[in-house]
């Protein structure tokens, strides 16, 4: 019986992480509804067209990254076991110019429509440096210590600005209490998702963080990510954001805590379970920014 041909769709879909696409757009729906919250109308076109600038810029930054990693010693994309030979990597560089092509044409039209002004430039050019530099050399900063918080950035902290921005042309505190907690568990996923791959980055010398820091340290700086987003949202508390915008997402520091065990077992020689893991690792900035996400909608 014949093997059935890799589905190439497939394979870019999956090599432009969909669960870091998901959470850029409940951070994106975040940002929309602190504008709700605070009295402004909604303007579907410019949300629209903002999300669509998002989606392009991250899918252009992964599979620039791709491209660039390519001959890289032991290289495979997302989900795959080796690199397959239906796709080439020539497809990632076209596709990632053709997004940022696409990009440019929106931020322009975005520019026209709104007249955000400097602000809207300084944000999405800040997010492009970020974007592109992300994976190209001779930066490559996804293999510099500061590529999880690079992402970070550009998924949960960038969405939300420009979301807000291309609503009311300006910038609001509830952004940042908002989006940096989301940003810090963000970070802590990543270093999650960087553990069952620890021993090839390491074989490769692929410094990201969690090589850079050492897995036991990457795990212990995991937990204080993990405990500092709730501190951070309880600060937003004191700063003045309404309670009950805030106590939905508190709701999730039980399974906040579930995960800090499941690490804390790992760094004292435990076996992992990686099914639930990386499932709570995944779920959990999700969770507190569509918790977040939905509080400013509903007020």
């Known amino acids: 019986m014949s093997e059935s041909k890799p589905n190439i769709s497939l394979i870019l879909i999956k090599s432009a992480r969909p669960w870091s696409l998901f959470s850029a757009l409940l951070a994106y729906s975040m940002g929309l509804?602190?504008?709700?919250?605070?009295?402004?109308?909604?303007?579907?076109?410019n949300a629209v067209l903002g999300a669509g600038s998002v989606l392009l810029l991250l899918v252009a930054a992964y599979y620039l990254f791709i491209y660039f990693s390519w001959f890289l010693p032991g290289f495979k994309l997302e989900g795959?076991?080796?690199k397959p030979a239906v796709i080439s990597r020539g497809l990632f560089l076209n596709t990632a110019l053709a997004c940022l092509a696409g990009g440019a044409v929106l931020t322009t039209y975005i520019y026209l429509r709104t007249q955000a002004g400097p602000a809207l430039?300084?944000?999405?050019?800040?997010?492009?440096?970020?974007?592109?530099?992300?994976?190209?050399p001779p930066l490559r900063l996804v293999y510099s210590g500061y590529g999880e918080l690079v992402e970070a950035i550009l998924v949960c902290n960038l969405p939300a600005g420009l979301a807000f921005l291309l609503q009311t042309g300006e910038m609001h505190r509830f952004i940042a209490m908002l989006s940096l907690p989301a940003t810090f568990l963000f970070m802590a996923t990543s270093l999650t998702l960087l553990l069952p791959g620890y021993a090839t980055d390491l074989k490769y010398?692929?410094?990201?963080?969690?090589?850079?820091?050492?897995?036991?340290?990457g795990m212990n700086l995991h937990?204080?990510?993990?405990?500092?987003?709730?501190?951070?949202l309880a600060g937003a508390l004191i700063m003045g954001l309404p309670f009950n915008l805030a106590i939905p997402a508190m709701a999730t520091l039980l399974l906040a805590v579930f995960q800090i065990w499941q690490v804390h077992r790992i760094t004292l020689g435990g076996k992992p379970n990686w099914r639930w893991l990386l499932l709570v690792a995944r779920a959990l900035p999700i969770l507190m920014i569509y918790l977040l996400s939905v509080a400013m909608w509903i007020g």
Not at 33 to 45: C, D, R
Not at 223 to 232: C, E, G, I, Q, T
């Open 80 to 82: 795959e076991t080796e």
């Open 121 to 136: 430039w300084l944000l999405l050019g800040a997010g492009l440096i970020l974007a592109v530099f992300y994976g190209v």
């Open 205 to 217: 010398e692929r410094k990201n963080l969690m090589v850079r820091m050492g897995w036991q340290n």
């Open 33 to 45: 509804g602190v504008s709700v919250y605070l009295g402004n109308p909604l303007n579907g076109a």
């Open 223 to 232: 937990n204080v990510l993990v405990l500092s987003a709730y501190a951070l």
